[in-house]
C-alpha cells in the first residue's frame, strides 16, 4: 500500500466513524491556550483490555491524521504539557506513538495515548 493510498483509508474511516476533538496547547503564558479542532478516531479503554498496557480502562487511544495537526502545535509533548479535549473534557497525554502508523517510511497519523475525559 502506498502512503497515499494508506492517507485515503484513514480519511474514509475518519469520516465514516470519526469525532471532533480539540487539540490544546497549554504551554503559552502569558497567553491564552491556543485550540485546534481536529477529527479523530477514539478507541475506548475497557477492563477486557487490562493485558494491554496501552489500553487499559480510563484509557485512550485517538489516531489523528498527521497532516491535520497544525504546525502551531510543534513539537508534540508528552505527558501533561499539551491536552487533547473530548467530548468537553480535557485528557492528559500519557504518550504519542509516531512510529507505528507509517507507510513506507511516512507518517500517517499519530497515535495518542490519553488518561482522562469522558
Known amino acids: 500500500m502506498s502512503p497515499e493510498a494508506a492517507k485515503a483509508m484513514y480519511r474514509r474511516l475518519l ?24 477529527l479523530a478516531r ?14 487499559q480502562q480510563g484509557k485512550r487511544k485517538i489516531v489523528v491524521m498527521a497532516e491535520d495537526v497544525p504546525e502551531t502545535f510543534w513539537p508534540l509533548r508528552e505527558r501533561g504539557l499539551d491536552r487533547i479535549v473530548l467530548r468537553g473534557a480535557p ?12 507507510v513506507g517510511g511516512e507518517l500517517i497519523a499519530y497515535e495518542f495515548h490519553v488518561i482522562g475525559g469522558r
Open 91 to 102: 485528557c492528559t497525554i500519557d504518550f504519542i506513538d509516531d512510529s507505528t502508523r507509517r
Open 15 to 38: 469520516a465514516a466513524s470519526g469525532e471532533t476533538v480539540t487539540l490544546r496547547r497549554l504551554n503559552t503564558y502569558p497567553a491564552a491556550p491556543i485550540d485546534a479542532d481536529v
Open 42 to 55: 477514539v478507541i475506548e479503554g475497557t477492563t477486557a483490555d487490562a493485558d494491554d498496557d496501552a489500553l
